[in-house]
């Protein structure tokens, strides 16, 4: 892996780089659509890439459960899998077993929790997380961490911190790939001098590459804000950082602010399925009865296949009241492409110097439309 920085703002974190992975290269800071089970749902792999998507991240608790990543190994790995020729980022599991999984029992050793799939027990632990992610064959790991959720006692925050520092030091130990590379899971609740701590011992542990997790979990906009900042402060700035799960429009724009280069969310996609298209102008809820007879695109600025087949706002409000698939298709693909264009224009206003002049083009989106 090479990262490089390319760009900086006069006064601030914000920069773009050239992340150069085995499958390609990635243009920072980027957006990675959620692709949990192998796809992005309801959509083709040759469309998502047609739209701009420069990586994807798939998941390591769904793939484990179906269809295996024996499977996955035996066809050529996850790429030749999903038919998906640029990066992938798989996380560890660990969100979905400490989110979905139930019950579950939390002990030094790993996460034990029961299969939806055949209820058979299940004992995920740093080091079968790593080599999950290693049969997968994805570009960038995630070692498995503690989730916590929000609010929490800062006790438990930081029992949780402690044990996640552990378990980074077992994946690294496992984790031997020079074509993978295993980045470290900052934590610490919405404590800022846990989340310092956390970031200063995770990254003296020397990984090339560091996510920021356990954010956007139901925490005040300001708690995320400060929390980013106080990991960023002591986190080396030649290395990436992912923050994981965060992905509104304004949350991108402030957090590419703090020098954040990845971001992933389900937003585009499922907001789509529920009938939410993303503007310029802000949301648009498609189901609304203004739109029966509207003729326009969703939007006029839009270059995705939808828009620019001219296909109409009454014609894509009918195909979502009928619950008909195709609008899934038609509406992640607008969204998906907002937020790739979003992320082409955070590059564009950081070599510019303008970050501050994008964010006000984003005035019609509030904190309210945070996921």
């Known amino acids: 892996m090479r990262f490089e920085i390319v760009d900086r703002v006069h006064s601030g ?14 243009h920072t800071p980027a957006y990675m659509p959620c692709a949990s089970r192998g796809a992005v749902r309801a959509c083709p792999p040759d469309e998502v890439a047609a739209v701009g998507v420069q990586i994807l991240v798939a998941n390591t608790y769904h793939l484990h459960l179906r269809p295996g990543e024996a499977v996955i190994a035996e066809c050529g790995g996850l790429h030749r899998f999903m038919g998906w020729r640029r990066p992938i980022l798989t996380d560890s599991g660990g969100f979905q077993v400490f ?17 939806p799939v ?3 027990t299940i004992l995920l632990t740093p080091e079968l997380s790593v080599r999950i992610q290693l049969a997968l064959g994805s570009d960038i790991a995630m070692p498995l961490d503690v989730c916590c959720p929000c609010p929490a006692e800062r006790e438990y925050v930081e029992r949780s911190l402690e044990r996640t520092l552990r378990w980074a030091e077992r994946s690294l130990a496992e984790h031997e790939h020079r074509y993978q590379q295993l980045f470290g ?8 001098d846990l989340r310092e701590r956390s970031a200063r011992e995770t990254a003296a542990l020397g990984f090339p590459g560091f996510g920021i997790g356990g954010l956007s979990v139901g925490e005040d906009r300001e708690d995320m804000l400060l929390s980013l ?27 590419a602010a703090e020098g ?17 298209v993303m503007t310029w102008e802000g949301p648009i809820r498609i189901a609304a009865a203004e739109y029966e007879s509207d003729a326009r695109p969703l939007s006029a600025n839009c270059d995705c296949p939808t828009c620019a087949a001219g296909l109409q706002r009454a014609f894509l409000r009918h195909l979502h009241r009928m619950k008909e698939p195709l609008s899934w298709q038609l509406l992640s693909l607008h969204n998906i492409r907002f937020y790739t264009q979003l992320m082409e224009r955070v590059r564009e206003a950081i070599a510019a110097d303008a970050l501050l002049e994008l964010r006000s083009e984003l005035s019609a989106w509030s904190e309210r439309d945070r996921a």
């Open 13 to 26: 974190r914000a920069r773009t780089g050239v992340l150069q992975l085995e499958h390609g290269v990635v």
């Open 99 to 115: 989110s979905i999984a139930d019950p579950k029992d939390i002990r030094e050793e790993g996460v034990t929790f029961r299969s």
């Open 118 to 120: 055949d209820g058979s």
């Open 185 to 192: 899971i900052v934590q610490g609740g919405i404590f800022p």
């Open 229 to 255: 900042r106080a990991a960023q402060a002591v986190l080396p700035e030649e290395r990436p950082v992912h923050l994981m799960g965060v992905g509104t429009p304004l949350d991108i724009v402030d957090c």
């Open 260 to 276: 954040v280069d990845l971001f992933d969310c389900v937003i585009a996609t499922r907001n789509a399925r529920h009938g939410s």
